[in-house]
């Protein structure tokens, strides 16, 4: 009797099932293209994360907004000009290309042709100061004794 | 002496970006929807859920509208500041009320005094988004054609107001 009771005991904990809540989606297809989609997108109230990570409230409705026009069968690109056209470019993490952003898409290339270019003009001046200058036979001379001389002193 | 000179000059003009980036609010994003029209809803009174609101009733008026919510710290700095500017009647203060429970919206206005014409409970946030709200409090001013001309992001100071929002409504005013 007593290990029949011991049995059931041990038997409780297959019945206490834990696993992580639920998100509003069940299609677990649909929930991957969400979560695709938003890794690339910025949550606006934790400015560094994304809103697939984002813990905020307002991330959570917009992941269920994704979701939702996803489940409509809207396209990716038509989501996310429904987010940029309420909260701008700034949800974008890669940041599109246009007439404001060519210093961000292109300074740092024009920095770097600067500083090859920089180096380029260092170089050949230094080269030119560094040029051997040929000498007359006069100072070949002059040098010769001097540093004879030199030898002498230190003798 | 160039030794020293474009040093000098690469320090400053280094310090000069840090300097205006030290007065920038990365927190603070520039919405899209100024110089759009305001979207449209159609939401339940807080005070009365039977009748609706839509910003299309007020074409013709410059009006504020105010989002906030009872859980919202910040929103309780800025309400006295909206109060006051109910009793000067400049402009018609409406609210949209984010994300709140109708008991605690209502319990917030019947102590510290109720600013709005009109609150409406927007309750699952859809509204929210389709405004770009992205923190409470956050306002908007809206001229005569239903536009959207200034986003106020953050609690309505009377800074604010007397620098920015009021000027705005009084040239909106005159505008047809």
Same mark, same amino acid.
């Given at each position: 009797m007593k290990g029949l009771f011991v049995l059931l005991l041990c038997l409780i904990p297959l019945f206490v099932y834990a696993d992580e809540a639920?998100?509003?989606?069940?299609d677990p297809v649909l929930e991957k293209r969400m979560i695709g989609l938003a890794e690339n997108l910025r949550c606006l109230v934790c400015q560094n994360e994304s809103l697939a990570s984002s813990h905020a409230e307002l991330a959570e409705d917009l992941r269920r907004e994704v979701r939702e026009q996803m489940s409509k069968g809207k396209s990716d690109k038509e989501i996310i000009d429904y987010l940029v056209a309420r909260y701008g470019d700034f949800v974008l993490y890669q940041p599109p290309m246009k007439s404001y952003t060519i210093l961000l898409w292109f300074g740092p290339f024009a920095l770097l042709l600067a500083g090859v270019g920089l180096l380029l003009f260092q170089l050949r001046k230094r080269r030119q100061t560094l040029a051997e200058v040929e000498l007359s036979a006069e100072a070949q001379q002059r040098a010769a004794a001097l540093l004879n001389n030199e030898k002498d002193n230190q003798a | 002496m160039m030794r020293f000179i474009l040093p000098f000059i690469v320090f400053v003009v280094l310090a000069g970006f840090l300097y205006v980036g030290l007065n920038l609010d990365p927190r603070e994003v520039p919405s899209p929807l100024i110089g759009k029209p305001a979207p449209a809803f159609n939401l339940p009174q807080l005070h009365d859920p039977a009748k609706t609101f839509s910003p299309q009733e007020m074409k013709g008026k410059v009006w504020l509208l105010n989002v906030w919510a009872s859980w919202c710290v910040s929103c309780k700095e800025e309400h006295p500041v909206l109060v006051q500017l109910s009793r000067q009647n400049i402009v018609p203060i409406y609210g949209l009320d984010y994300k709140d429970k109708r008991v605690d919206a209502e319990m917030t206005l019947n102590g510290g005094g109720d600013p709005y014409t009109v609150t409406v409970s927007d309750t699952d946030g859809r509204i929210g988004i389709d405004y770009g @709200?992205?923190? @409470?409090p956050e306002t908007y001013v809206i001229d005569k054609q239903g536009i959207i001309q200034y986003k106020q992001i953050g609690p309505v100071t009377h800074r604010s107001l007397n620098e920015t929002i009021l000027p705005l409504v009084a040239k909106l005013e005159k505008q047809p």
């Open positions: 639920k998100d509003l989606a069940t | @709200v992205y923190g @409470v």
